[in-house]
Structure formats: C-alpha cells, structure tokens
C-alpha cells in the first residue's frame, strides 16, 4: 500500500511538470514542490503506524 501511495504521489508530480493540474495552489509548473512536503509527510505517518 504504501508503495502505491509513493507511486502515485511521484506521478502526481511528473505529470505537474510536464502539464500542471490546474488545482488551487498547482497552476504553475514549478509548483510540483508543494507536492513534496505532502508525499514526505504521508511516508513519515505510514513508517510511523507501520508494524514492526
């Protein structure tokens, strides 16, 4: 799951530099950045409620 959850978020990203969203806040193409800090924080929370 979390895999899947890394692969959409990177692509979420590449399509944002190649054609950007159109979202509040992603009208630019350099705003694929502002995806980043989302896509860290969901991987922090899913290494943190992860089993051992």
Known sequence: MA???SLLL???M???I?????????KKRMDFWKIAP???AMMVLVLMIRPS
């Open 3 to 5: 895999k899947l959850i």
């Open 38 to 40: 989302f896509a860290l």
């Open 18 to 26: 190649i054609k950007p969203l159109g979202l509040p806040g992603l």
């Open 10 to 12: 990177v692509a979420a």
């Open 14 to 16: 590449a399509v944002q």
